[in-house]
């Protein structure tokens, strides 16, 4: 899934309502040099991320599938609040946790530093491996060669734990030809997380696709409205605090946030469908009979 982006135009009535609330004018742009604006929009930001932390029923997936990548490792998704292996006979003997660990920075480009001197064909683009004198290996790059000089360079294949100034030594023979290009990792991506079964001590996972259990982070246009109004009122108790230090403005927004907080637990309810008898997850509500073997299972 993409990584969501802020939607100012959808947002801006928010942030309004929040100054609203504190007694300050309305905004027609979010301006962040107006430090009242840059506090709202934070603090709207941040208390979105910790309600949809919570887990509701419209940003959390059960059994959703992930495939290994091609080094057998599994990336978190960057817009994935909570993440965890779904309670199947294939995933008990697994303990899967979020690590920053190896292979998660790539390079996204080089800068070369010496064209070689070898031949090369006029616009032949070639695809090679390389090595370097930094860490990790299996980058694959295409040069464009065209009167035997190196004019354009991209990366392939990203390669793993490469970081800024890693110098790397790219194969430029075509023919048999072993004269060679030089560059410098110039831009990396940001580390990322990535799967860690702490119950094998292993970052690698060696099944064709494996389900989990995962809390999204979505952009405020897909929140419903209940939750928008939820988090508004919370941020807005928040904003109230910091910035004005009233107690009995602080115990108004306090009053709106639980008013608009029952109504979000009454949307949820109406969307989740539950019952107090229960029902396994993704099948249809049903009665469940009373079986002895199921109470003894812890």
Not at 22 to 34: E, F, H, S
Not at 166 to 192: N, Q, W, Y
């Amino acid at each position: 899934m993409a990584f969501p982006t802020t939607h100012a135009v959808t947002e801006l009535p928010a942030i309004n309502q929040i100054l609203a609330s504190i007694g300050q004018a309305p905004v027609t742009t979010l301006d962040q040099t107006n430090p009242d604006v840059a506090i709202a929009y934070d603090t709207l930001l941040q208390v979105s991320r910790e309600v949809q932390s919570e887990g509701w029923t419209f940003n959390k997936e059960y059994h959703y599938p992930i495939k290994p990548d091609s080094d057998k490792h599994i990336l978190f998704p960057v817009n994935a609040l909570q993440m965890d292996l779904s309670d199947t006979a294939d995933n008990r003997e697994k303990d899967v946790v979020r690590r920053t660990g190896e292979y998660t920075v790539f390079p996204t480009a080089i800068t070369v530093n010496d064209n070689g001197t070898g031949g090369g064909t006029n616009g032949t683009v070639l695809n090679k491996p390389t090595t370097t004198t930094g860490s990790g290996t299996g980058l694959t790059v295409n040069l464009k060669i065209e009167s035997n000089v190196v004019t354009a360079i991209s990366v392939i294949k990203p390669g793993v734990n490469y970081i800024k100034s890693d110098k790397i030594t790219i194969a430029k023979a075509d023919s048999g030809t072993t004269a060679d290009v030089t560059g410098t990792v110039s831009e990396t991506t940001e580390a990322r997380g990535i799967c860690y079964d702490r119950q094998n001590h292993t970052f690698e996972f060696t099944g064709n696709t494996y389900d989990f259990d995962v809390v999204w982070f979505y952009n405020w246009v897909d929140l419903p409205g209940p939750i928008q109004d939820y988090i508004t009122a919370r941020a807005t108790t928040f904003v109230s605090s910091r910035m004005v230090g009233d107690a009995s403005l602080h115990r108004m927004c306090q009053e709106k946030e639980l008013y608009c907080r029952a109504g979000a637990i009454e949307y949820e309810c109406n969307q989740g469908q539950f019952t107090y008898f229960g029902h396994p997850a993704n099948l249809p509500n049903r009665y469940t009979s009373y079986q002895p073997y199921e109470a003894l299972r812890r």
